[in-house]
């Protein structure tokens, strides 16, 4: 089975990210959260100021990030706490020191959309084997391909859907409805036999229901306990326990109203009569004698089908009665040659 199989359709990532602002009793709870709503995966990320951001380019954000920053073994609990609960951990690892101490927690690896690019990056996830995601904001198709191509040089297993999926996201937060730019996720179908899905960074649902409507096989939205008073930009964008339970009835409902594709009459249509009763019928306008050629006069179409259907119209016209005939009643393909 795909590892991007979820429990209600689609796989569905909680991601606390830096929403604990640093605070590890805080991710502890988001993430006991998160396990309640019903999710297959919680997600982290994983650096330090100083292996993200050139603290002499940029000493802000150095700074900023620096202050969210959880200790190895904090994240180790976490990743312990999820298997408790039966989800699944991950992390966005931006520390390349990391990847050794956290890779036997993670059963897949999420690469951001920053680090597409990032071939020295890519190298590192791509040497432990195991399946990826790999969100593209920022990106163009082409060096969203390129970076396709080059994960896929190094290791054929990400030449497998089951191993290798696309997100379609937009960083930035929030964004409007109109750069969620799902169609992108058909574009990535048609051009890549790999799995893709949507991670979200609007104002509420909305969008991960359509692309759930769209064919996403993995969603992605950041979470988060309220929205009330937080000033950190994540919150605002993030789903609560609340709404991911009525979200995933949501997709339940989308899933029973996208059905299985194949067009046939359904139990409904079936049990209500309607497929007789809907559909027209061929009766006689007139008393019909045996021996009686049919003509176009002769015949009307009428509710219901509950004899010879009005597509056998053309089929009778022309042949001969071997029986007499009362107007309107029920024709029988029998007693016509």
């Not at 699944?88 to 990391?98: E, G, H």
């Not at 791509?126 to 391909?145: D, H, Q």
């Not at 390129?146 to 497998?160: A, G, L």
């Not at 229901?209 to 009330?228: C, S």
Request: with cysteine.
């Amino acid at each position: 089975m795909s590892i991007w199989k979820g429990k209600h359709g689609p796989l569905l990532i909680a991601e606390i990210g830096g929403n604990h602002e640093g605070n590890f009793e805080y991710a502890q709870k988001l993430t006991q959260l998160a396990c309640e709503s019903g999710v297959d995966a919680v997600k982290f990320q994983i650096y330090t100021g100083d292996s993200l951001v050139n603290k002499i380019e940029d000493p802000d954000r150095n700074k900023h990030f620096d202050k969210f920053v959880l200790e190895p073994d904090q994240y180790i609990k976490l990743a312990t706490q999820c298997k408790v609960n039966k989800v699944l951990f991950t992390a966005s690892v931006w520390d390349p020191s990391a990847f050794e101490w956290i890779d036997p927690y993670i059963p897949f690896y999420k690469i951001g959309s920053g680090d597409l690019t990032a071939y020295p990056i890519l190298d590192i996830v791509t040497s432990y084997g195991k399946p990826i995601i790999l969100s593209t904001g920022l990106s163009t198709m082409v060096e969203v391909e390129d970076s396709v191509k080059y994960i896929q040089s190094k290791n054929d297993i990400y030449k497998d859907k089951n191993n290798f999926s696309l997100l379609q996201c937009t960083s930035m937060y929030p964004i409007p409805d109109e750069d969620a730019n799902l169609h992108v996720m058909l574009e990535y179908k048609n051009k890549f036999n790999i799995a893709v899905g949507y991670s979200d960074h609007t104002i509420g649902t909305t969008a991960v229901e359509t692309a759930v409507a769209m064919g996403a096989e993995l969603i992605e939205f950041h979470f988060t306990d309220n929205r009330e008073g937080k000033t950190f930009r994540d919150h605002q964008i993030s789903f609560t326990k609340e709404e991911v339970i009525l979200l995933i009835k949501k997709i339940k409902m989308i899933k029973d109203l996208m059905g299985d594709g194949v067009k046939q009459p359904l139990k409904s249509e079936i049990e209500s009569g309607h497929v007789e009763s809907f559909r027209r019928g061929l009766y006689f306008k007139r008393d019909m004698k045996k021996g009686a050629v049919i003509k176009k006069e002769d015949l009307v179409v009428l509710r219901p089908d509950n004899g010879v259907g009005a597509n056998e119209y053309y089929n009778i016209l022309g042949k001969r009665l071997i029986d007499n005939y009362k107007k309107l009643s029920k024709i029988n393909m029998e007693v016509i040659k």
